[in-house]
């Protein structure tokens, strides 16, 4: 929902995985959603295995829709692969749209997104950039104080076929700049999650974990730092 956002900003997250034998990962991204022609987004993802770079188009076409077109490349790290094999290096794109409720119209605005991501979807770089996926989400702001989210997304994987999955979740405002969360997720994966921060004038920090239950059980933290130009 980039269309809808006219801010600026550059952001760096740290991920990390309890019990995860050291595995990390780290992202940085800049948006800017001021330009009055197109908002852009550019971001970096490094993990143990891959780096991908993404960069997000949007266009708000009238006040209450946008329109968004996504592209990433990824390449394989060279110190993870034994010394004779290259590099991997690929590309896949997406497309979104996203609608929004006019303000005067709605006492509660509620925002709604669609996704396709992954189109391309070639079976070999599934492990890097995940399978094809459909995704619709939707959220409500209510009075500033409690928001409101869920999402459904649809991913078909090349060796396990369809895997649906949904979310939900609330972020509620405590005064002074401070919220706290809390949400869910489930059907093949299961788990829960929750997380705080504080967001001033230029400076946002933030905490967040989820925790995992299905299969292997462990823990993924996140600590994230937002800089508002």
């Not at 972020?171 to 002074?176: K, V």
């Not at 401070?178 to 059907?187: E, I, K, S």
């Amino acid at each position: 929902m980039l269309g809808f956002y006219p801010i600026s900003s550059i952001s760096g997250t740290l991920d990390w995985i309890k019990p995860g034998n050291g595995t990390r990962m780290f992202h940085a991204g800049v948006i800017d959603g001021r330009n009055e022609f197109v908002a852009a987004g550019v971001s970096f993802t490094r993990n143990q295995a891959v780096d991908v770079f993404h960069l997000a188009l949007a266009k708000q076409a009238l006040p209450w829709l946008s329109f968004g077109a996504h592209a990433k490349r990824f390449t394989t790290r060279q110190e993870q692969l034994p010394a004779l094999i290259k590099p991997i290096t690929g590309y896949d794109y997406g497309v979104s749209a996203a609608v929004a409720s006019p303000k005067d119209m709605v006492a509660w605005p509620v925002q709604v997104g669609i996704t396709a991501d992954n189109l391309v979807h070639t079976a070999g770089y599934e492990q890097y950039v995940g399978p094809k996926q459909y995704a619709i989400g939707a959220k409500t702001n209510i009075k500033d104080i409690l928001l409101l989210y869920a999402d459904f997304v649809e991913g078909f994987s090349s060796g396990k076929g369809a895997s649906p999955a949904y979310s939900g979740g609330a972020e509620i405002s405590l005064g002074n700049d401070f919220y706290v969360r809390g949400g869910g997720f489930g059907f093949r994966d299961r788990g829960w999650g929750a997380g705080g921060g504080w967001v001033g004038p230029k400076v946002g920090l933030n905490y967040g974990y989820q925790k995992q239950t299905l299969e292997v059980s462990n823990f993924q933290h996140a600590v994230t730092m937002d800089i508002y130009m």
